[in-house]
C-alpha cells in the first residue's frame, strides 16, 4: 500500500526559484526520506529525516518534519535545469523489524532553464 | 563494486513466459530488497533480504513470484507464466546492516519488463 502522498503531482517553475514538495503519510514512523528519480529509472537517496528531528538541511535542500501532522516538505532552492525529475518521499514505519520503504507517487518537477 | 547493477536492463517477454531478473548488491551490503514500480504508480516493496535469515516475502503479490539470495550476494528475482500485469520496472536496493532504520538504500538503475 501506498503511505506517503505527494503534492503536487506536478510541478513547474522557472530556474532559479525555489521548488516544495510536501508528503503526507499515515501511520507511525522511524523516519522519512526523500529521493529523486530520473527518468523512471533507478532512485537515488536525497536525504533523511529522523521521527525526533523536525528540520535538515543538505546543500540546497532543506527537508521539514511535523510528525503531529504525519506530513514532510521537501524545499530546493535556487532551481536548476538538472533538478529536473521526480521526487518521492518515502517512510520506514516505527516498531520492531520496520526496514522497507513505502513510497509515495511522487512530484514530477519540472524546471525551465 | 560501484553501485548497485541490475540485468537486464530492458526484458520484453510475451504472456505466460518465465523471467529471471537479476541484482548485484554493492560489496558488504547484507540487506537486498526488490520494489516494483508500475506505470503512474509509486513503488511497491515485494521482498527483503538480510544476511543468512528467512527472506521477508510479505510484499509478492502472487506465488507467481519468488526470489533467492545466493552467498548472500547475488539475487535473482523470477517470474513464472508472466501476465500484461507483471508489466514494470523492477528495482533492487541494497543497504548496510539491517534492520537499517536509519540506513539509506542504494539502487539500481531497474530493469525494464514489458509482457506482450
Known amino acids: 500500500s501506498q503511505q506517503g502522498e505527494e503534492d503536487p503531482q506536478a510541478l513547474s517553475i522557472q530556474e532559479g526559484e525555489n521548488a516544495t514538495m510536501n508528503c503526507s503519510y499515515k501511520?507511525?514512523?522511524?523516519?522519512l526520506q526523500w529521493y529523486r528519480q530520473n527518468s523512471g529509472r533507478g532512485l537515488v537517496h536525497l536525504i533523511l529525516i529522523r521521527s525526533n528531528e523536525r528540520e535538515k538541511h543538505s546543500g540546497r535542500l532543506r527537508v521539514t518534519l511535523d510528525t503531529s501532522k504525519k506530513s514532510s516538505s521537501l524545499l530546493i532552492t535556487a532551481s536548476r535545469a538538472a533538478d529536473t525529475a521526480s521526487y518521492f518521499c518515502?517512510?520506514?514505519?516505527?516498531?520492531?523489524?520496520?526496514?522497507?520503504?513505502?513510497f509515495g507517487k511522487g512530484t514530477k518537477l519540472s524546471v525551465i532553464p | 563494486g560501484a553501485g548497485v547493477s541490475q540485468s537486464p536492463s530492458n526484458k520484453v517477454t510475451e504472456k505466460g513466459k518465465d523471467v529471471e531478473l537479476r541484482c548485484d548488491p554493492i560489496s558488504g551490503h547484507t540487506a537486498l530488497y526488490w520494489y516494483r514500480q508500475s506505470l503512474g504508480q509509486g513503488l511497491e516493496f515485494l521482498i527483503y533480504f538480510q544476511g543468512n535469515s528467512a527472506p521477508d516475502k510479505s510484499g509478492l503479490p502472487s506465488d507467481r513470484f519468488s526470489a533467492e539470495r545466493t552467498g548472500g550476494s547475488v539475487s535473482t528475482l523470477t517470474i513464472q507464466r508472466t501476465q500484461q500485469e507483471d508489466s514494470a520496472v523492477y528495482l533492487c536496493?541494497?543497504?548496510?546492516?539491517?534492520?537499517?532504520?536509519?540506513?539509506?538504500?542504494?539502487f539500481g538503475p531497474g530493469t525494464r519488463l514489458t509482457v506482450l
Open positions: 536496493a541494497s543497504s548496510l546492516v539491517a534492520p537499517v532504520s536509519y540506513n539509506e538504500q542504494f
Open positions: 518515502a517512510t520506514v514505519n516505527s516498531g520492531a523489524g520496520s526496514y522497507q520503504l513505502t
Open positions: 501511520t507511525s514512523i522511524n523516519n
